[in-house]
């Protein structure tokens, strides 16, 4: 069989369809249903992470039909190619996603409302996630890309918080921003790429990245003599349009505001699964289409790329240091460990970008992992105010114990996973000076500060609220409520800290499927935006 | 012996002419049948029912006429035409008459009413739609013109339950006359210097071409504004909201779509006789550059549409802004006048109707069951009629343009149609229209998302449990849903079909 890709995004469709035909009154099934569809996928996918695994390079599983063709007369033909397949940059992605929808799944045990609806729109955006990763055509993939917003929408809409409308719609409003833009540049493209074999244009994400596939004078072939503007090369502008869609959703400062609101509003799950996968998107986005298709804007912008993560590494952590909410600072620490992802991508070094995959995937863990354990204290008591609890240690050792893997996980102690990420985008950051002197030796050394800082805000908060003597806001009546860990609950949290231990021990599970790809994208990225970088300089004269 | 031989041949041709308005003459009969059955039986049932077969015979008719070749059709001494292309837009026409009858007779308020007329008056103003999308001389132009304005008079009038409401009726009728009376003043000016009305005469290029630049600016201005009124895009479009606020939305399933698509058949129909390339070659004005002129029509329209939709408390109004706001999106489509953007806008076209259509019936059924004619009371929706609320959902995202709906094709292919335009002339207008478009949309999303937030995630402010009908949803909305779906997934068919026979 050789459509598993295609299963892995329709499997969740027609689950989904099955559940709006079930009646209402039969909301036991919904949950269950959903939680086995998930746990498929996540088979599924580490089945064909094991066959990846046997000849780690290349696009493996590929499929590929004529989905949308027309014929537009003298503009040729409309050609949208029903196109995927997975190399070593998405297979780990792709593995991380399903897990921690199966995840999410299993913690949706909190939603009591409309479940019949919950579970349909969760299945929906399961689908749509698989899409983005596996999506080789650009406008499959923007297909899926924004098919994943409307479920998400009404999951933190109706499920979120008592501020969650204004959450939602800031979500939406964010994400559609940049990919109304990046519709734009995508369109650009299509008619500026050539298919060798038809001679048609395409949309064909690997036809992008070759620049000899762009027809000569179009705006953005890199041998267009006037593809120029407002007097700026019109390639630069589709770059920056592209990271700015992707840097909103990753997030980075400037563009991050949308993140903490969404997650504070949104149900436990939910944030599981925005923090798990939805961010890992954007830093996908980056590797795979930015620097993919724009080599050259990626090299020449990438002392930019590199001071906005550090700059993000630095704001998260000083923002988490200064939270008084719980999931709030997590949520910040989050931008502050995809900043190590946009470093990591910025070095252009192999260490840096592997490092890159392997943080994206390790974060995906560890932040599963510290929004549900949020989810604990808040489903006992509905608060989640550092302030609020002191010396939880003492009613709940056992969560206790979680709550300091994950944080050790979190500000990198090595032996854990969140270790490995950081020093293989550090290193790559600081390799970068002496290989392709695209970042200067500062940004790494300002980057292990955001670890010092990050080491601060968790292990103060590890201070303040689990050691000392209890003493909680709600009193005696919170002692009551404050139980330690439920059967489900261990169900979550032993899986997430296995795999946070076995990654932090043997991070050579990720990087032995993502090397070869990350080493040749590396390779051809740096050639070929040299090469286009020279070309452009000499005709456009910028 | 000249006269008898001139006489002879538009005898011919005029025997000739004849038997293209077939359409025409069978809806004339229905209309004729339901005024007797009016007159003599007053059985409703009978009359809806003949309506809806008569209007859907004249589409079968209307598609037979579908011809091999692409050529245009001369009919009545070029007075008017008839093209593939121009019967596709007819047929848009017919299908939004067809779906809004079908609608209007499970309306109840229209039964109470008792007026007939409502249905039989549906023929009459489908011969004017027919007739605007045919006009190919501004006679014709002017005349069907008015009788499209006469019937839509007609409508808001007869839909109007309390005096409040005339208000708006009068102010479209107002509007109405200001922009005819335009159109006629420029027509007038039109004709006195190219000394002919026939826009397919040899000779009206050159001759109008040689009246002063300010005089020619006038007169097309002039015409444009006619024509802006019947797409109801800026500066034009002030009657909309208030029209719209007036009228029941069952009417207004017929009224937001059906000129609509005729003034954007009337439009392109002139444009191309226009052969504006050439225009733009004989006269070599910048500022008189049809790219240019579009552009900047379609940016304010889509600046006025959507940024003044957000604002709105009524549900009708904010639909009316909204409405502008896609007139912008359509008129992308005319920019540039190329093969791929009259496809586009043909298809936006139809994605239009269709998303227009069942998000008309979805907000006439919330007046009907639950009394809904503001924002506010769309609150906890969702509660009350779950089925209506998702589909409303669907085809508010399909008109913001989220994939795979047919609102995104739609919109992608005129995003593509712009952007070859802007390609092949460099023309900055045009860009800036492609940006103004990308940011309408995203606005779009905000003021939809107001309603959907309403429904979904706020709570019911008032309660009134009405027993809920809901088969009209089942046999009437859902298939316009699935067909918002199926059109976004798979818009290959139907696209190579229009293409195929237009070109």
């Known amino acids: ?542 | 012996m000249e006269l008898y031989q001139t006489l002879q041949s538009l005898v011919t041709s005029n025997n000739l002419s004849w038997k293209f308005l077939i359409p025409e003459y069978s809806l004339l009969f229905f209309f004729l049948l339901g005024l007797f059955i009016d007159l003599f039986f007053k059985n409703k049932k009978l009359l809806t029912g003949l309506m809806i077969a008569g209007i859907s015979f004249s589409g079968v008719l209307t598609f037979q006429q579908i011809s091999s070749s692409i050529e245009i059709q001369q009919l009545f001494n070029g007075m008017l035409v008839l093209s593939n292309k121009i019967i596709v837009f007819k047929l848009l026409i017919t299908l939004v008459v067809c779906l809004f009858i079908i609608f209007a007779s499970t309306d109840d308020r229209i039964k109470k009413q008792n007026t007939a007329e409502y249905f039989y008056l549906a023929p009459l103003f489908l011969i004017a739609l027919n007739m605007l999308t045919m006009s190919a001389h501004m006679l014709t132009i002017y005349l069907s013109v008015e009788m499209v304005s006469l019937f839509s008079y007609g409508y808001v009038a007869l839909s109007i339950k309390d005096k409040s409401n005339a208000e708006s009726g009068m102010k479209y009728i107002l509007f109405g006359l200001l922009a005819s009376a335009l159109l006629l003043y420029g027509i007038s000016l039109m004709y006195g210097f190219a000394g002919t009305l026939s826009l397919q005469d040899p000779n009206f290029l050159a001759w109008f071409a040689k009246a002063p630049m300010p005089i020619i600016a006038l007169s097309i201005g002039l015409i444009m504004a006619g024509f802006l009124f019947k797409i109801a895009a800026a500066p034009f479009h002030f009657y909309a909201p208030d029209v719209y606020q007036g009228t029941s939305a069952t009417t207004l399933i017929l009224l937001s779509v059906a000129p609509k698509i005729a003034g954007y058949a009337l439009f392109a129909n002139f444009l191309g006789f226009f052969s504006f390339k050439i225009f733009n070659q004989i006269l070599f004005w910048p500022m008189y550059n049809w790219e240019t002129f579009l552009s900047v029509i379609a940016i304010i329209t889509l600046v006025i549409g959507s940024f003044v939709a957000l604002s709105q408390t009524n549900i009708k109004r904010l639909m009316a802004y909204a409405g502008i706001a896609q007139s912008g999106f359509l008129l992308m489509g005319l920019i540039g006048y190329t093969s791929i953007g009259v496809i586009a806008l043909l298809f936006y076209l139809l994605a239009y109707l269709i998303m227009n259509t069942a998000a008309f019936m979805l907000i006439s059924y919330f007046e009907q069951q639950h009394e809904a004619y503001d924002l506010a009371d769309y609150k906890g929706l969702v509660r009350k009629s779950p089925l209506a609320s998702i589909l409303l959902v669907v085809v508010f995202a399909s008109f913001i343009g989220l994939p795979p709906l047919v609102g995104f094709t739609g919109k992608f292919l005129l995003f593509s149609a712009s952007y070859q335009a802007y390609v092949a002339s460099a023309n900055p207008a045009i860009l800036i229209t492609i940006i103004t478009a990308a940011i309408a949309s995203i606005v779009s999303l905000f003021y939809y998302f107001i309603i959907i937030r309403n429904m979904f995630m706020q709570e019911a402010t008032w309660v009134k449990v009405n027993k809920e009908e809901q088969s009209i949803l089942y046999f009437l909305v859902l298939p316009l849903i699935l067909a918002i779906i199926y059109f976004g997934i798979l818009p290959s068919n139907i696209i190579s079909y229009i293409q195929s026979i237009i070109a």
């Not at chain 1, 997430?496 to 990654?503: P, R």
């Open chain 1, 1 to 542: 069989m050789n459509n598993w890709l295609s299963v892995l995004i329709f499997l969740p469709i027609a689950a989904a369809l099955i559940l709006l035909l079930l009646p209402k009154r039969a909301s036991n099934v919904f949950r269950p249903v959903t939680i086995v569809i998930s746990l498929l996928q996540t088979l599924i996918v580490t089945y064909l992470y094991t066959q990846y695994l046997k000849n780690p390079q290349g696009y493996h599983f590929v499929e590929r039909a004529d989905w949308i063709n027309l014929n537009l007369g003298t503009f040729g033909r409309l050609n949208i190619d029903y196109f995927l397949a997975v190399d070593g940059l998405s297979i780990g992605l792709l593995l991380l996603s399903a897990f921690v929808m199966f995840i999410a799944a299993i913690a949706s045990n909190e939603i009591k409302k409309d479940p019949k609806a919950y579970y349909t729109l969760f299945l929906l955006l399961s689908a749509a996630i698989m899409g983005v990763f596996c999506a080789l055509d650009f406008f499959l993939f923007y297909v899926f890309y924004e098919l994943m917003l409307l479920p998400m929408y009404f999951l933190i809409g109706m499920w979120g918080g008592p501020n969650r409308e204004y959450a939602s719609i800031k979500f939406f409003l964010y994400t559609l921003f940049g990919s109304i833009f990046m519709l734009l540049v995508m369109i650009g493209l299509y008619f500026s790429v050539i298919d060798p074999v038809t001679g048609e244009h395409t949309f064909n994400m690997l036809y992008m990245m070759d620049a000899a596939n762009y027809t000569k004078d179009s705006y953005f072939s890199i041998f267009s003599t006037d593809a120029l503007l407002f007097n700026y090369p019109v390639r630069f502008l589709g770059f920056i349009v592209l990271f700015i869609a992707f840097a909103i959703k990753i997030p980075t400062i400037p563009l991050h505001t949308w993140l903490p609101d969404a997650h504070v509003e949104a149900p436990t799950p939910v944030s599981i699964i925005l923090a798990g996968v939805l961010l890992k998107i954007g830093g996908y986005g980056i590797i795979r289409i930015c620097y993919g298709i724009f080599p050259e804007a990626a090299i020449y912008f990438s002392y930019w790329i590199g001071l906005i993560g550090v700059v993000s590494i630095l704001y998260g952590a000083f923002i988490a240091l200064a939270s008084t909410d719980l999931k709030r600072m997590i949520a910040y620490s989050s931008i502050s460990h995809m900043g190590f992802v946009i470093l990591g991508i910025a070095s252009l070094t192999s260490e840096g970008v592997n490092g890159a995959i392997f943080q994206m995937i390790s974060h995906g863990v560890l932040s599963t992992m510290l929004f549900y354990l949020v989810g604990v204290i808040y489903l006992r008591v509905q608060d989640r105010e550092i302030a609020a609890f002191r010396g939880l240690a003492q009613p709940m050792p056992r969560y206790t114990l979680f709550v300091v893997i994950a944080f050790f996980a979190s500000l990198g102690l090595p032996g854990l996973s969140g270790f490995i990420g950081e020093a293989f985008t550090l290193i790559g950051a600081f390799k970068s000076a002496s290989v392709n002197a695209l970042l200067p030796r500062g940004f790494a050394i300002l980057a292990s500060v955001g670890i010092l800082i990050g080491a601060a805000y968790f292990l103060w908060t590890l201070q303040r609220m689990f050691f000392g003597a209890p003493r909680f806001k709600g009193a005696q009546e919170w002692h009551l409520k404050l139980k330690d860990l439920t059967a489900t609950e261990y169900l979550v949290l032993i899986p997430l800290a296995l795999i946070t231990i076995l990654l932090g021990i043997f991070p050579s599970i990720l990087f032995d499927a993502s090397n070869n790809t990350i080493n040749a994208w590396v390779h051809e990225t740096w050639i070929h935006g040299i090469a286009n970088l020279k070309s452009m300089q000499s005709l456009l004269k910028f």
